[in-house]
């Protein structure tokens, strides 16, 4: 046989057994890079191309990991296509800085407990998350982000700034019936605008609203709220940066609380006067993502607590809304058993009919709005009933009823 016909047999030969190796080598890489999204195979440096080019590349070739270089700036930029190209260069205080490994990091320790669909969260919010993604999808959670500017607790001029009525509105509704958390970051433009107690008084019935409507978020990490940041944007009933500085305080003192007695989250941000825009109202631009940073670490931490409830036994959504739906019916049940409605004159409010129990040492559970003249009254307890009753049944809330406790709260 010729030599020469030899010789090229044999390089064609290599050369289909080289192409073959990378082939399957890059097939190989490609696979195990897919299987770590924080980080990317590549050859070790001690690899050369003599040793690839050998008998093939198996599972026990050596690589070196090495972390994605690329910044969280990029990423943050990436996922927030709404925002202004420079909101994340070089203004961000780096001490608040959540680098992009620690937070694919976090993702990684809890791909392996959590279950097959991503645990959803809720974030309503007014414009200080405005340039934030609307959705948010990781394989372990997802975070919906509704931002309305404007929004305040309660508004009763303009329902689509009011969160009581959005909360009953159908499409927050079907989110919230769906998620295993809801955070609300509310507050600036309420602080403005109404006093601090009257406003924890708002939060009160919103708290009950949603554990009455929504019977699967009863836990403390189910419910979390922000306190308010810095505000020096005056208004009308504070005219002064001093006056609307001690109603923030304010607020955020009985926040806290408020947290204790209803049994929910307090969210603190890292956010100082510094940070505010030239409004006195807004965040700077740069600063935004410190927001960011902040919230997907601390949904991050609830997602792992909560994973470890689903670790040994994965639940499917349908069996979720299972669940919550049981939840919800035997909530209903139990208020529906330890409940008394009283009529009532138009000239009671709310906040009054409440510092008109806490004056007779009446203890309940919660009240609702009133409707058509009727004040229903929820109790915890067959015992808190009772004893209410007695009192209750001694009393007629009626025009002139309202006029002796009006006598008898300013005296």
């Not at 509704?146 to 969160?163: R, Y």
């Not at 601090?196 to 189910?222: C, T, W």
Request: glycine fraction near 2%; charged fraction near 20%.
């Amino acid at each position: 046989m010729d030599t020469s016909n030899m010789s090229y047999d044999h390089r064609l030969t290599s050369e289909h057994n080289h192409i073959s190796i990378i082939e399957n080598y890059c097939h190989s890489s490609s696979a195990i890079s897919n299987s770590h999204n924080s980080f990317v195979l590549i050859p070790s440096h001690s690899d050369n191309n003599s040793n690839l080019m050998n008998s093939g590349i198996n599972h026990s070739t050596s690589f070196n990991q090495q972390p994605i270089s690329d910044s969280y700036e990029h990423f943050l930029t990436k996922s927030i296509k709404n925002c202004p190209q420079n909101l994340y260069e070089g203004q961000k205080p780096h001490n608040h800085q959540l680098s992009f490994s620690t937070s694919l990091c976090l993702t990684n320790s809890i791909e392996g407990i959590s279950s097959k669909e991503p645990s959803m969260f809720f974030l309503l919010t007014d414009s200080h998350d405005k340039y934030f993604p609307p959705l948010l999808k990781t394989s372990s959670y997802k975070i919906i982000v509704k931002p309305i500017s404007g929004l305040q607790w309660i508004n009763h001029c303009d329902k689509n700034l009011c969160t009581k009525s959005l909360l009953l509105s159908s499409s927050i509704s079907s989110i919230l019936s769906s998620c295993v958390g809801v955070l609300f970051l509310i507050g600036t433009n309420s602080i403005r605008n109404t006093s601090a107690p009257r406003i924890i008084e708002q939060l009160e019935d919103i708290i009950d609203l949603v554990r009455f409507n929504y019977g699967h978020l009863q836990s403390k990490a189910d419910i979390s709220i922000t306190s308010v940041f810095p505000c020096h944007k005056t208004s009308k009933l504070f005219p002064s940066i001093s006056s609307l500085s001690s109603n923030v305080n304010n607020y955020n003192i009985l926040l806290e609380d408020l947290s204790i007695r209803k049994d929910f989250s307090i969210v603190h941000f890292p956010i100082t006067v510094e940070h505010l825009n030239n409004d006195g109202l807004h965040i700077c631009f740069p600063y935004v993502s410190i927001l960011w940073n902040f919230l997907e670490q601390y949904l991050v931490d609830l997602i792992i607590k909560k994973s470890t409830f689903t670790r040994c036994i994965p639940r499917s959504r349908t069996a979720i809304q299972k669940r919550n739906k049981k939840q919800h019916d035997k909530l209903k049940q139990k208020i529906k058993t330890y409940s008394s409605i009283k009529y009532i004159d138009s000239i009671w409010k709310l906040k009054d009919l409440k510092a008109y129990q806490k004056y007779k040492q009446i203890k309940y559970g919660h009240l609702l709005e009133i409707r058509r003249n009727k004040l229903y009254v929820y109790f915890n307890n067959i015992v808190q009933q009772q004893q209410a009753e007695r009192i209750l049944n001694l009393i007629s809330f009626d025009a002139n009823s309202f006029s002796d406790w009006c006598h008898t709260s300013t005296s």
